[in-house]
C-alpha cells in the first residue's frame, strides 16, 4: 500500500508499534508527539521505507492540532488513516485527590483523549476521501470501569461513542471508523502497573496468562484500517487476552 498514515501519541508504546507496522506495509507515516521529540526522531529513522514526517503538537490546544494536521496532509499530499492513540493517564482517586487537583485531572485528561481526539479528527476528514479509515484506541477500563483513574475511564468510553458516532456520520462518503479496547499492553504508560509482582498479578487477570506486546495491537489497527475491513465499522474490538468479557 502507499497511503498517508497519521498516527498520534507515536513516539512511544502501542504508537510507536503502529507506526512501525504501517510502514511495514509501505504506507507512509506521520509519527506525532506532544513532548518528546528525541523518542519521535528514534521512532522516525526506525521506520522503514520512506516519506515518513515528524508532526509536533499539544492535543490539549485546538490550534496547534489543526496547524500540525494541515502541516501532515502538506507533507504526505492528504491523510488516508488516521490513529487516534494519544492519551494520558494520571491517578486521581476522588477520596484522595483536593478539588483542585480532581479539575485539573478532569480537565488534561477529557482535553487531550477525548477532545483532542475530537478535534483531531475534525482537522483530519478534511484531508480524507472514500476509503479513509479512522480508528480509536480506547481502552477495557472503558467498560471495566477505572476507580483511580475515573477520567481517563471516562474519556475512553466517550471515545467509544465519538467513534460510533461518526461511523454513521462517514458512512456514506466511504470513510470507516472502528475502536479498539486493549487491555494490560506492557508499555510505558503501564510500566509501573506491570513492575514487580503488578505483572504476575495483571497476567493472571487473562486466561491466556499474558499481557499483550504493543505490536499485537499494532497488527490489529493496522487489520481494521485494511479495506477488508470496512464492513466492522462502528464497532468495538476487544483486545483484553479474555480478562474483561461483555455482551
Known amino acids: 500500500m ?5 498516527v498520534t501519541g507515536a513516539s512511544r508504546g502501542i504508537g510507536a508499534a503502529t507506526a512501525q507496522a504501517f510502514a511495514a506495509e509501505g504506507d507512509r507515516v506521520a509519527v506525532h508527539y506532544g513532548s518528546s521529540p528525541d523518542a519521535a526522531e528514534a521512532v522516525l529513522e526506525d521506520l522503514p521505507g520512506s516519506g515518513h514526517v515528524l508532526a509536533q503538537a499539544d492535543l490539549g490546544d485546538p ?5 500540525m494536521v494541515e502541516g501532515v496532509a502538506g507533507a504526505l499530499g492528504s491523510i488516508d488513516v488516521l490513529v487516534n492513540n494519544a492519551g494520558v493517564y494520571e491517578p486521581h482517586p476522588i477520596r484522595q485527590t483536593s ?22 479528527t475534525w482537522c483530519a476528514v478534511r484531508h480524507m476521501s472514500r476509503g479513509g479509515r479512522i480508528i480509536n484506541v480506547s481502552s477495557r477500563g472503558a ?5 483511580n483513574q475515573p477520567a481517563y475511564g471516562a474519556s ?18 466511504g470513510i470507516a471508523v472502528t475502536t479498539i479496547a486493549p487491555g494490560w499492553t ?4 503501564a510500566a509501573d502497573a506491570l513492575s514487580g509482582d503488578g505483572y504476575d498479578r495483571r497476567r493472571l487477570e487473562s486466561p491466556l496468562e499474558r499481557v499483550a506486546s504493543p505490536a499485537e495491537v499494532a497488527a490489529a489497527i493496522t487489520y481494521l484500517a485494511s479495506p477488508m475491513a470496512e464492513f466492522a465499522t462502528g464497532t468495538v474490538l476487544d483486545f483484553n ?7
Open 2 to 6: 502507499d497511503r498517508a498514515v497519521l
Open 63 to 67: 490550534v496547534a492540532i489543526q496547524k
Open 99 to 120: 478539588y483542585d487537583e480532581w479539575q485539573a485531572a478532569w480537565a488534561t485528561t477529557l482535553g487531550v483523549n477525548l477532545l483532542g481526539a475530537a478535534n483531531v
Open 143 to 147: 467498560f471495566r470501569g477505572e476507580p
Open 156 to 173: 475512553k468510553a466517550a471515545l467509544v461513542s465519538l467513534s460510533q458516532s461518526l461511523a454513521r456520520s462517514l458512512g456514506p462518503e
Open 186 to 189: 506492557t508499555t510505558d504508560m
Open 241 to 247: 487476552g479474555g480478562s474483561y468479557l461483555r455482551m
